[in-house]
């Protein structure tokens, strides 16, 4: 019985995007890390847009869940610059470490 503990974790999925900019090209490139798909954009703004756009990202892997209890899943989405090109880091030259953190968002699976 696990009353007073809290329920373990089943598993953990990170999925990250590099944002770039080609100056030959003058395009913005957003890159998935995991999968290696990239898309290019006129402006910085529709790059951004995209970014900021949650849709088809896979969450779990359902073969993880087993039939019967629920699972509550939990999202939220972190922004950090730590590898920014020289062109960004004019924008952010008084910190070292520039991140946003979303709230989490939460919601249960019944099975």
Do not use: C, I
């Amino acid at each position: 019985m696990r009353r007073y503990l809290p329920d373990e974790g089943v598993a953990k999925l990170v999925q990250s995007y590099e944002l770039s900019y080609h100056a030959l090209s003058q395009r913005y490139l957003l890159r998935n890390v995991n999968t290696g798909e990239q898309s290019d954009y006129g402006t910085l703004h529709a790059a951004l847009d995209r970014l900021s756009e949650v849709r088809g990202l896979p969450l779990l892997d359902s073969t993880l869940l087993e039939p019967g209890p629920d699972y509550e899943f939990r999202v939220r989405a972190v922004l950090t610059l730590r590898t920014a090109p020289d062109t960004l880091n004019w924008l952010l030259f008084w910190t070292d470490d520039w991140s946003a953190t979303s709230e989490w968002y939460a919601w249960t699976l019944r099975r």
